[in-house]
């Protein structure tokens, strides 16, 4: 049974703190994503990876950076949070190969920032 | 790089009745589509995926189908049933390095007893 986790559900942080998002899947997968959900946006992709010490820009990476020194840990860092970055933070791993596989998703983490 | 629409935002239907949700992409290299379902409080949840390769999938009372041709792609759900509230989001995948998923803005699906 898959399982990726996250290492914290709620978070509160005051503007201009540096924030680490943690996620942890245990299933040797080669690909990890970092996704933020907002209301009517969907899932949005932030940055991902597809092997360790490897990372790709996604479709909004402005104020974010990652790490991913071991293969089944993925990191979201916010360098100085901001307001706007209040939202729902979710993570997800998945196999890789040609033809696309099924991503499976933390319980995603909910940073308020003050 | 890939854009995914999805209609409509919202979807309110009798309990038994058939829900449509529909969606379009961009990239015509994108191979892979796959619909997660979203219970409230959740995480996402694969449901069902259907490759370019076949034009239809079904498993029980849901089923996706593909139009490469006209870049779209539809889930359809039969009989629906009040635990089929949720949010619906559709995406794409093209062949590149790391299998990453565009999704489109998501479908909140209300089933009415």
């Known amino acids: 049974d898959v399982k990726v986790t996250q290492s914290s559900r709620y978070l509160v942080k005051r503007t201009g703190e540096k924030v680490f998002l943690e996620c942890v899947q245990d299933?040797?997968?080669?690909?990890m994503f970092w996704y933020r959900q907002d209301p009517g946006l969907g899932l949005r992709l932030i940055y991902f990876s597809y092997d360790v010490k490897m990372k790709e820009k996604g479709d909004i990476p402005e104020g974010y950076s990652v790490s991913r020194e071991k293969k089944e840990r993925f990191s979201l860092i916010l360098e100085s949070a901001s307001t706007n970055q209040t939202s729902m933070y979710l993570c997800?791993?998945?196999?890789?190969?040609?033809?696309?596989?099924?991503?499976?998703f933390g319980p995603g983490t909910r940073l308020t920032v003050t | 790089g890939e854009n995914v629409e999805q209609h409509p935002s919202t979807l309110s239907v009798q309990e038994g009745d058939s829900a449509v949700i529909k969606c379009t992409y961009s990239d015509s290299a994108s191979n892979y589509f796959p619909w997660y379902k979203q219970e409230l409080g959740k995480r996402p949840q694969l449901i069902i995926d259907?490759?370019?390769?076949?034009g239809e999938k079904k498993d029980q009372r849901i089923a996706v189908t593909l139009n490469k041709t006209a870049k779209h792609f539809s889930l359809h759900i039969t009989e629906t049933q009040p635990e089929d509230s949720a949010v619906y989001f559709c995406a794409a995948s093209p062949p590149v390095a790391g299998n990453m998923l565009t999704f489109g803005g998501g479908t909140r699906l209300m089933v009415k007893p």
């Open positions: 997800a791993s998945s196999s890789q190969g040609a033809g696309g596989y099924e991503q499976y």
């Open positions: 259907i490759r370019s390769n076949v």
């Open positions: 299933m040797d997968h080669e690909n």
